[in-house]
């Protein structure tokens, strides 16, 4: 194995001068004492992007292009990275801040989202190679016109996992301000606790399904490349939570992690014609409109009729439901449509639900004890979903939590 690191540090993590110079010792101390050549990634300082969005929308309104919204958001990252450089030099290390330009972090753009395409690492090793820090832009590549993209919210985890993979799927260090993956929020379950492992696929389904700690998309990158990803704190030195291809003991728990997001909307169409073709023809129009579905519910009703329910993030909830309903007044005139944002995803995520019978049962059974409904069901082999009313939702991962993790054998 390569001794190439990537260490990413969130926005907490470089939040003032003095968390940057704690974070240039850190860096420090791992190449003395490691003998790891190592790459900083960084976002912004935490509240920056924020900052600088509302400074747009103040100038602007809504009305700015794209163009110039990410050659704005991205100057967050150009502070902190030569803030960084500068603060692992006073430690006594040569190191060198990059933007997305140079290196270059090329992007395209699949779907409305920025995916990374290509990272040369020349440029990258040579700097290594020579005993210099290479300090890293997160959140930022470039397109074919060299004009800045940008990762979305958590894209420095992917720029620091994209690096690593293209560094010969070395190790990476993810820095935050939380020890590791926890079986909950411990805000919501006061018994939740630390988990020492997951598999790529549980913390892709846990990603996804809610749990902050990682960028969906650099779970997903890491599993590809297989990179060998550990998450743990920036501010202390606890153990972290390892994210691997699999690990001993993965299928012993039923479950590893609930989780619950209540960021999603659900949108219904009644009365629809039920006939061939109808469905394909909604989901292209929400394609087209660039709106990504989760769950999807289709029920047949009486007298030849349908409906669908599904489900999208709430950030495109209008955009969804604007389309369904020039959909439906232009070509199926006697159908209806319904918005409601009062929803929550719930979800239960394990390895061992591959092996172990009786989940889905347990599941219902716990939420019909406490009067909660399941309005949409979705799974997978080590996951089961479900939507339920948003106000249930800290009540719903409190008694699933107690039932799987704190007494599993009850």
Do not use: W
């Not at 003998?35 to 960084?42: A, E, I, L």
């Not at 006073?90 to 190191?95: D, I, M, S, V």
């Not at 994209?162 to 929020?185: K, Q, W």
């Not at 599904?310 to 070509?331: H, N, P, R």
Request: aromatic share 4%; proline share 2%.
């Amino acid at each position: 194995m390569s001794n190439y690191l990537v260490m990413k540090f969130g926005g907490t993590s470089v939040g003032s001068s003095e968390r940057i110079g704690e974070v240039a010792k850190r860096v420090v101390r791992q190449v003395k004492k490691h003998g790891d050549k190592v790459v900083v990634v960084v976002s912004a300082m935490s509240g920056e992007t924020n900052r600088l969005i509302e400074l747009a929308r103040k100038v602007a309104g809504d009305g700015y292009k794209a163009r110039e919204y990410h050659q704005l958001v991205t100057a967050g990252e150009q502070v902190s990275v030569a803030l960084t450089a500068m603060a692992i030099e006073r430690e006594g290390l040569p190191a060198q801040s990059l933007l997305a330009h140079q290196i270059p972090i090329k992007t395209n753009t699949v779907f409305g989202q920025n995916l990374i395409s290509e990272i040369p690492v020349d440029k990258l090793k040579s700097l290594l190679d020579r005993g210099i820090v290479p300090v890293v832009a997160g959140f930022q590549g470039v397109n074919d016109s060299l004009e800045y993209t940008t990762l979305g919210r958590g894209g420095s985890d992917t720029t620091a996992v994209a690096v690593a993979a293209a560094l010969d799927s070395c190790r990476c260090v993810i820095l935050t301000d939380v020890d590791g993956v926890y079986t909950a929020l411990p805000s919501i379950c006061k018994k939740a606790r630390k988990l020492k492992a997951l598999t790529y696929e549980e913390m892709l389904e846990l990603a996804s399904s809610g749990a902050k700690v990682l960028q969906t998309r650099s779970v997903s990158l890491a599993s590809k490349f297989k990179v060998p990803t550990l998450v743990c704190s920036s501010f202390s030195d606890a153990a972290g939570t390892e994210i691997v291809e699999e690990y001993e003991g993965m299928e012993d728990a039923v479950v590893s992690g609930i989780t619950c997001r209540t960021d999603e909307a659900k949108i219904t169409l009644r009365n629809l014609p039920d006939q061939p073709g109808v469905a394909a023809r909604i989901f292209k129009v929400l394609g087209d409109a660039e709106v990504v579905v989760d769950m999807i519910v289709q029920s047949e009703g009486s007298s030849g009729r349908a409906a669908i329910s599904f489900t999208c993030a709430q950030e495109f909830s209008k955009v969804a439901y604007d389309a369904m309903l020039k959909l439906i007044q232009q070509e199926m005139s006697e159908s209806s449509i319904e918005l409601d944002t009062n929803i929550a995803k719930l979800s239960v995520v394990g390895e061992g639900m591959r092996t172990h019978a009786g989940v889905a049962y347990k599941v219902f059974e716990v939420l019909g004890e406490e009067g909660i409904n399941v309005d949409m069901i979705t799974t997978s082999e080590i996951k089961i979903s479900v939507a339920i009313e948003e106000k249930y939702s800290e009540l719903a991962v409190r008694v699933l939590h107690e039932r799987f993790i704190e007494r599993p054998e009850s």
